[in-house]
């Protein structure tokens, strides 16, 4: 079956934190471009990180630059994303996404409209 797992939540007080993980199965997960995208309720998903199949290369959004990074292994059909300095403004649903579309390529896509598989979520609640 071709899904993602995504795990890791929880919560931490502000300054704390986490890593999340994105089990991919059923898919060459190396082929593909991965997102972490979260929200909170009454809002739109957006996008956290991405990182692309063919170099690596990643994006993130402004709010998290220098606090989170995101990763890929392979070899574990894996993802990951490690947050630091976390804040309040961080509480939300974190997902994470494979772009099935594109094979082995250098750029990720920004938007959910991107990605084609979604895992089930992790919640990530950040006390103050």
């Given at each position: 079956e071709?899904?993602?797992q995504a795990s890791g939540?929880?919560?931490v007080q502000a300054g704390g934190s986490l890593r999340l993980s994105c089990a991919a199965s059923g898919f060459n997960f190396g082929d593909h471009n991965i997102g972490w995208f979260r929200q909170v309720p009454g809002k739109e998903r957006e996008v956290v990180s991405c990182i692309s199949s063919y170099d690596g290369s990643t994006y993130y959004v402004d709010s998290v630059k220098g606090r989170f990074t995101i990763s890929r292994d392979n070899a574990k059909d894996t993802s990951y994303l490690q947050m630091t300095s976390l804040s309040p403004e961080d509480t939300a649903v974190y997902y994470c996404a494979a772009d099935l579309t594109r094979f082995v390529n250098s750029w990720c896509p920004r938007d959910m409209a991107g990605y084609d598989l979604w895992g089930q979520g992790t919640q990530v609640t950040v006390s103050s």
């Amino acid at each position: 079956e071709v899904q993602l797992q995504a795990s890791g939540g929880g919560l931490v007080q502000a300054g704390g934190s986490l890593r999340l993980s994105c089990a991919a199965s059923g898919f060459n997960f190396g082929d593909h471009n991965i997102g972490w995208f979260r929200q909170v309720p009454g809002k739109e998903r957006e996008v956290v990180s991405c990182i692309s199949s063919y170099d690596g290369s990643t994006y993130y959004v402004d709010s998290v630059k220098g606090r989170f990074t995101i990763s890929r292994d392979n070899a574990k059909d894996t993802s990951y994303l490690q947050m630091t300095s976390l804040s309040p403004e961080d509480t939300a649903v974190y997902y994470c996404a494979a772009d099935l579309t594109r094979f082995v390529n250098s750029w990720c896509p920004r938007d959910m409209a991107g990605y084609d598989l979604w895992g089930q979520g992790t919640q990530v609640t950040v006390s103050s």
